[in-house]
Each structure stands twice: as structure tokens, then as C-alpha cells.
């Protein structure tokens, strides 16, 4: 199965600021998730990542909050943007094994914002 | 919206006994599958089961699938302290390369 790195694992940033969390996968892969997980809460996604294409957002995210870029099949990155406490939460990424198979999932990023 | 509705929502055992949690999805699926997360980490891959079958297996880990009820259940057997974790139902649209959407998840203590 595909291994995810991503990075940081945790950050605790100023209000206003920006943070970019990055996503490697060992293979190539096609599509990439971003996932927000609240305190306490289930798994949110919040956009799908294709390589050489704007990311499709879920209803409830946009582009202007948190930008994403797919330069490869092998790479993500998802900036949160101008941030506020409300964005504290953990962020993953995800990729899926093929169709009808599992998803792998990075160790996530778990983001306080101060 | 969220598709998977797990109850309970917390679930505290002795270390040996089993467990069960149960999940309820609301549309129709190709799949379903469970995933486990420690302590705010990534997610697991526990166990997928398709929309044609009934009952799977892996190792301690029961999966139950009852389309005509949109439901499923994860039974661990013989639990241990490490099985401790949230445990997520999630199901899989009928088309392929979709991302998961996910239940609230059952918070599992395993007390040795």
C-alpha cells in the first residue's frame, strides 16, 4: 500500500497567518484528499486534488481559505489561510488504493491557532 | 452531509470481551469500510466490504454489512488494551475514485 509523509505533524500558529501542510506519497496516484477533522469530531472533507487541475471543493470550503496545489502525482500541499481559532483542527490527507480498495491516510497535521 | 451514523458513541469494555459497533448510512453504496485512529493520528484501513456481500473476516475483526437496513457492524473479538482507539464507519459513492465520507465514529476504551 501507498505510504504518506506529511508535514508538520503539529503547529501552533498566530491568528492571521498562514500555514502550509505538505503531503508526499511514495507512488503516483491520480486523486488527492484533504480531509479537516474538528475537535472531537468525524472526518470533513474538504476538496479533492488532481494533478494538473484546479481542486474541486465540498460545499463549505473555498478556494480563497485554503489553497491547494497538486504539481505531481506524488505531491500536495494545503495552505489554511488567514487563520483563526476556528481552524484548529487536524488535517489529513488521503489517497485511494484503487477502486473498491482502502484509503491510506497521513499521520496528520494537528493545527492550534492562538 | 455525513453518511455513516455510528452508535455507540463511546464503548468502554474489559480487556478479553468483545466488542460491537454498529454504523447506519443513508444512500446507496459500492462499499463500506471501517477505519481505526489512535489518539488523533492518521486513520487505519481496517476492513472494506462491498455492496454484494454479507459478512467478512479479518483476523479479530468481524464486518456485517445489511444493505436492505443501510447498515453495518464491526464486532472485536477477544479485545486488548492496544484496540483502544475511534473507531469510523465510511461508505464509498457508487462511482469509482470518490472520497469517503465518514461517520461520527465509536470511541473505544479496552480496561485491562
Known amino acids: 500500500s501507498a505510504v504518506i509523509s506529511q508535514k508538520p505533524s503539529r503547529d501552533i500558529c498566530q491568528r492571521g497567518t498562514s500555514l502550509t501542510i505538505q503531503c508526499q506519497v511514495d507512488s503516483q496516484v491520480t486523486m488527492m484528499f484533504w480531509y479537516r477533522q474538528q475537535p472531537g469530531q468525524s472526518l470533513t472533507l474538504i476538496a479533492t486534488?488532481?494533478?494538473?487541475?484546479?481542486?474541486?471543493?465540498e460545499s463549505g470550503f473555498v478556494i480563497d481559505k485554503f489553497p491547494i496545489s497538486r504539481p505531481n502525482l506524488t505531491f500536495s500541499t494545503l495552505t489554511v489561510s488567514n487563520m483563526s481559532p476556528e481552524d484548529s483542527s487536524i488535517y489529513l490527507c488521503s489517497v485511494e488504493e484503487g477502486i473498491g480498495y482502502g484509503y491510506t491516510f497521513g499521520s496528520g497535521t494537528r493545527l492550534t491557532v492562538v | 452531509s455525513q453518511q455513516g451514523e455510528e452508535d455507540p458513541q463511546a464503548l468502554s469494555i474489559q480487556e478479553g470481551e468483545n466488542a460491537t459497533m454498529n454504523c447506519s448510512y443513508k444512500?446507496?453504496?459500492?462499499?463500506l469500510q471501517w477505519y481505526r485512529q489512535n489518539s488523533g493520528r492518521g486513520l487505519v484501513h481496517l476492513i472494506l466490504i462491498r455492496s454484494n456481500e454479507r459478512e467478512k473476516h479479518s483476523g479479530r475483526l468481524r464486518v456485517t454489512l445489511d444493505t436492505s437496513k443501510k447498515s453495518s457492524s464491526l464486532l472485536i473479538t477477544a479485545s486488548r488494551a492496544a484496540d483502544t482507539a475511534s473507531y469510523f464507519c465510511?461508505?464509498?459513492?457508487?462511482?469509482?475514485?470518490?472520497?469517503?465520507?465518514f461517520g461520527k465514529g465509536t470511541r473505544l476504551s479496552v480496561i485491562a
Open positions: 486534488a488532481n494533478q494538473g487541475s484546479e481542486a474541486t471543493y
Open positions: 444512500t446507496s453504496i459500492n462499499n
Open positions: 465510511a461508505t464509498g459513492r457508487l462511482s469509482g475514485n470518490t472520497p469517503l465520507v
